[in-house]
């Protein structure tokens, strides 16, 4: 065994080597300097997001980023193209505008969800009402005839806009504590409303709709102030608006004590039809083994509550900035690097999933997969996502790297196999070594993860930069590793649960018409 005094002589010869590589390697240097000299990334962000803006699969905004994306590459002399995958139902948000008109007046603030239907031009004026409160589902069948010309209050009303860190800053424990019985207690009193209707919370839109209903407005609060999650309608013919905490909270309590809430309404949108859905694939050419892959993987979509900033905007850009920064430096990689910007990660991975099964001769041969998605934090946890000799070669790539980004980033090896989440589970399924660079939460799940505020503003420049030398330097690294990444993986646990074997995830096919009755 050795002693601690010959550990930490080791450990001081491994970082006095690690250092001279660094300083050593021409190319590192190069890439940092790029990097931090001669920045594209503010540039990119708000033609991206601020211009673009956001990217729901199926919208003219998604097919403009893909096109903006290809003509971005081709200035800095890289070859790119969409590769189209399957179809999804085409949307375009249009104005909305929802005011109280009883008893008070108030603009309310709130948006349409995804693939809603529209609104005449001109909208709708009707009472909302809160959804029938029935003691089983025939009681509520009996009660459905309440909702026909109402708008219907179909979310839990948040007794408190407050975060929870908020309270316990500032409250006395007691009332804390008050508080939150009182608000699982009412939690629990809506689950059994809804619960009691007979249908889950997809399928009850389309009930209240076939029931007569003007409109569906929902609350999915997001525990932050401010923020909402902004994801998909469920319904066919009639508007499904979501608003913000307060106004909900406000229109809900006047319906609640009989004041008799009536909102106008302007939701319009588009319904284009069934179009195509792309990945966007740029690549520099291998010299040497240009039928080997390195893949540079970010997600392009998003939910468009906000413009897709840190979800996944700054993955996008880490990916783009790398791939710019690589061309000029290291323009003859002996392995062919590829970006691979993925529609309709949001739905269930459907563009890499496609991908994958559309390129089984890439695949076989990817020499690593690095994939950035979770915000616009600085990378801080790397996992070798069950592959036993992981350690070896990331090791030996992350140790070209700046101690100033390096030292950061906690390792897992060889950790368990990812299997969702990101893109990078899509090509771990089929046996590539795939990895995720994952980030700091710059509080992302609360505030920006498919929010409504998940916007340019919420971006850390400095921790972005970071993650696109990190990036360009791992490709660099593994392009130029002499031997071809092992692929060995782990005998996994028994799961805990069923005391079963586990077993490594399954490769599955993208969804490649969505959306689509």
């Not at 065994?1 to 010959?6: D, F, G, I, P, S």
């Not at 007046?105 to 959804?131: D, F, H, N, Y």
């Not at 005998?491 to 079963?500: C, F, H, I, K």
């Given at each position: 065994?050795?002693?601690?005094?010959?550990l930490a002589f080791a450990s001081i010869a491994l970082a006095a080597t690690t250092s001279f590589a660094?300083?050593?390697?021409?190319?590192?240097?190069?890439?940092?300097?790029?990097?931090?000299?001669?920045?594209?990334?503010?540039?990119?962000?708000?033609?991206?997001?601020?211009?673009?803006?956001?990217?729901?699969?199926?919208?003219?905004?998604?097919?403009?980023?893909?096109?903006?994306?290809?003509?971005?590459?081709?200035?800095?002399?890289?070859?790119?193209?969409?590769?189209?995958?399957?179809?999804?139902?085409?949307?375009?948000?249009?104005?909305?505008?929802?005011?109280?008109?009883?008893?008070?007046?108030?603009?309310?603030?709130?948006?349409?969800?995804?693939?809603?239907?529209?609104?005449?031009?001109?909208?709708?004026?009707?009472?909302?009402?809160?959804?029938?409160?029935?003691?089983?589902?025939?009681?509520?069948?009996?009660?459905?005839?309440?909702?026909?010309?109402?708008?219907?209050?179909?979310?839990?009303?948040?007794?408190?806009?407050?975060?929870?860190?908020?309270?316990?800053?500032?409250?006395?424990?007691?009332?804390?504590?008050?508080?939150?019985?009182?608000?699982?207690?009412?939690?629990?009193?809506?689950?059994?409303?809804?619960?009691?209707?007979?249908?889950?919370?997809?399928?009850?839109?389309?009930?209240?709709?076939?029931?007569?209903?003007?409109?569906?407005?929902?609350?999915?609060?997001?525990?932050?102030?401010?923020?909402?999650?902004?994801?998909?309608?469920?319904?066919?013919?009639?508007?499904?608006?979501?608003?913000?905490?307060?106004?909900?909270?406000?229109?809900?309590?006047?319906?609640?004590?009989?004041?008799?809430?009536?909102?106008?309404?302007?939701?319009?949108?588009?319904?284009?039809?069934?179009?195509?859905?792309?990945?966007?694939?740029?690549?520099?050419?291998?010299?040497?083994?240009?039928?080997?892959?390195?893949?540079?993987?970010?997600?392009?979509?998003?939910?468009?509550?906000?413009?897709?900033?840190?979800?996944?905007?700054?993955?996008?850009?880490?990916?783009?900035?790398?791939?710019?920064?690589?061309?000029?430096?290291?323009?003859?990689?002996?392995?062919?690097?590829?970006?691979?910007?993925?529609?309709?990660?949001?739905?269930?991975?459907?563009?890499?999933?496609?991908?994958?099964?559309?390129?089984?001769?890439?695949?076989?041969?990817?020499?690593?997969?690095?994939?950035?998605?979770?915000?616009?934090?600085?990378?801080?946890?790397?996992?070798?996502?069950?592959?036993?000799?992981?350690?070896?070669?990331?090791?030996?790539?992350?140790?070209?790297?700046?101690?100033?980004?390096?030292?950061?980033?906690?390792?897992?090896?060889?950790?368990?196999?990812?299997?969702?989440?990101?893109?990078?589970?899509?090509?771990?399924?089929?046996?590539?070594?795939?990895?995720?660079?994952?980030?700091?939460?710059?509080?992302?799940?609360?505030?920006?993860?498919?929010?409504?505020?998940?916007?340019?503003?919420?971006?850390?420049?400095?921790?972005?930069?970071?993650?696109?030398?990190?990036?360009?330097?791992?490709?660099?690294?593994?392009?130029?590793?002499?031997?071809?990444?092992?692929?060995?993986?782990?005998?996994?646990?028994?799961?805990?649960?069923?005391?079963?074997?586990?077993?490594?995830?399954?490769?599955?096919?993208?969804?490649?018409?969505?959306?689509?009755?």
């Open positions: 065994m050795k002693t601690k005094l010959q660094q300083q050593q390697d021409p190319i590192v240097q190069e890439i940092v300097k790029e990097a931090t000299e001669n920045s594209q990334l503010k540039k990119l962000g708000h033609e991206l997001l601020d211009v673009i803006g956001p990217r729901l699969v199926g919208s003219p905004q998604m097919e403009l980023a893909h096109d903006w994306a290809v003509k971005t590459y081709a200035g800095w002399g890289i070859s790119a193209e969409n590769q189209q995958w399957g179809t999804w139902k085409g949307w375009e948000r249009g104005i909305t505008h929802i005011d109280l008109v009883e008893p008070r007046l108030r603009t309310l603030e709130g948006r349409q969800l995804a693939w809603s239907p529209s609104t005449s031009k001109k909208g709708v004026t009707a009472e909302a009402i809160i959804l029938p409160e029935a003691k089983d589902s025939a009681d509520f069948q009996s009660k459905l005839s309440m909702v026909k010309g109402k708008f219907v209050l179909m979310s839990f009303n948040e007794p408190t806009g407050r975060p929870d860190y908020n309270w316990e800053e500032w409250a006395t424990e007691q009332s804390f504590e008050k508080m939150k019985k009182e608000r699982t207690e009412a939690k629990n009193a809506w689950r059994a409303r809804m619960k009691a209707t007979g249908y889950s919370s997809r399928e009850l839109p389309k009930i209240l709709e076939k029931a007569g209903a003007e409109g569906i407005i929902t609350l999915n609060w997001s525990s932050g102030f401010g923020v909402n999650k902004v994801f998909s309608a469920y319904t066919g013919n009639i508007p499904t608006v979501d608003l913000s905490l307060e106004d909900y909270g406000l229109v809900f309590r006047m319906a609640e004590n009989g004041n008799k809430p009536e909102l106008h309404i302007v939701a319009t949108s588009k319904d284009l039809g069934e179009v195509p859905t792309f990945n966007t694939i740029a690549s520099i050419e291998g010299s040497e083994k240009p039928k080997e892959y390195i893949v540079l993987s970010a997600h392009f979509d998003s939910w468009d509550g906000g413009t897709g900033a840190t979800d996944n905007g700054t993955g996008t850009l880490v990916m783009m900035e790398a791939m710019r920064i690589l061309k000029k430096v290291y323009p003859n990689p002996k392995r062919t690097i590829i970006a691979g910007h993925w529609g309709s990660e949001e739905q269930g991975l459907n563009g890499s999933r496609a991908f994958v099964k559309d390129h089984p001769e890439i695949v076989e041969n990817i020499q690593a997969v690095f994939n950035q998605d979770n915000g616009t934090g600085r990378v801080v946890n790397l996992s070798g996502n069950g592959l036993v000799q992981a350690y070896d070669y990331l090791g030996e790539w992350l140790a070209a790297v700046p101690d100033s980004i390096s030292k950061q980033i906690e390792t897992h090896f060889p950790g368990m196999p990812g299997r969702g989440g990101s893109d990078y589970a899509s090509f771990l399924a089929a046996g590539a070594p795939a990895f995720n660079l994952s980030s700091l939460s710059w509080s992302y799940w609360n505030y920006t993860w498919h929010t409504n505020r998940d916007t340019y503003d919420k971006i850390v420049w400095d921790d972005v930069q970071s993650n696109a030398i990190l990036a360009a330097i791992l490709a660099y690294k593994a392009s130029e590793d002499a031997d071809k990444s092992s692929r060995e993986q782990r005998v996994l646990p028994l799961d805990s649960r069923t005391g079963e074997q586990m077993t490594w995830p399954e490769p599955r096919d993208a969804t490649r018409r969505g959306g689509l009755d």
